[in-house]
């Protein structure tokens, strides 16, 4: 008999449900979210259990890193794909993990990529320059549109982000008020510069250059950071069947 199992992950716990391969509920409990505990409940079906699906929500890696290094088969079901198939659930489904496994079990489970387990920290990494990069800019236009009010004038981005050079206080000095705003904006755009500079660095001399990266820092426009991300956040090309799966993650067309 072939057993199939789902778990609805959420902040502190989990609901692991097991079905057979006739859709028959034969497991259910809601477990803390600790992989020992869930290891140790899965582990009494292991020798049927054909696989384990996680929904991909915002706190995958623990649980999937976890059931992955224990040897169990694991699915990362792609929630955005699953609705089309939400007609199909049966009306007395209480909880997702059944759902979960049933389309396992159907064989219907839309999947998203498992990123390596090794590889995933410097991705995230890179994701979190981009998120001070975002933070920056909020800053830099809050204190042009300060002097541009105050001021009469525009001041260029690259002379705000001069680490040597304080171009903002002159332009604000006769005021205390303002003085205090643009020097408490100066500050935390040079602080974030340092941070974002820091990561690049680190980044540059740990990743590892995938062929392809040569290929796309000769196109116009994308140079080393941009390119690292394009890298990372791709993976293994051969996991797109086709060009247009790869416009379609990359949102340049529909991603339907």
């Not at 426009?221 to 690292?228: E, N, P, S, V, W």
């Amino acid at each position: 008999m072939k057993l199939y199992s789902g778990i609805d992950l959420h902040s502190s716990n989990s609901y692991l449900a097991i079905i057979d391969d006739g859709g028959k509920r034969i497991f259910k409990e809601k477990l803390p979210n600790e992989i020992a505990t869930i290891t140790d409940r899965l582990s009494l079906y292991s020798g049927t259990l054909e696989g384990v699906v996680v929904e991909s929500t915002y706190n995958w890696y623990w649980l999937v890193d976890g059931l992955m290094a224990e040897g169990f088969a694991v699915h990362l079901a792609n929630p955005s794909a699953i609705q089309k198939y939400s007609g199909l659930k049966h009306a007395d489904d209480k909880h997702d993990a059944f759902w979960l496994a049933e389309m396992l079990r159907l064989d219907i489970l839309p999947t998203g990529y498992i990123y390596p387990k090794d590889e995933r920290p410097l991705r995230d990494l890179l994701r979190k320059r981009c998120h001070l990069v975002s933070l920056r800019s909020s800053l830099l236009i809050s204190l042009q549109n300060i002097i541009t009010r105050n001021c009469g004038m525009k001041i260029k981005t690259n002379d705000i982000k001069r680490l040597r050079e304080n171009r903002v206080h002159p332009l604000l000095a006769d005021n205390e008020d303002l003085a205090l705003a643009g020097q408490v904006s100066k500050d935390s755009i040079d602080f974030l510069t340092r941070q974002i500079r820091s990561i690049e660095t680190f980044i540059e001399k740990k990743v590892e250059l995938k062929d392809g990266y040569k290929n796309l820092v000769t196109i116009c426009g994308i140079g080393k950071i941009l390119g690292l991300t394009i890298m990372l956040e791709s993976g293994p090309m051969e996991r797109f069947e086709k060009v247009g799966n790869y416009a379609s993650y990359c949102r340049v067309v529909s991603s339907h």
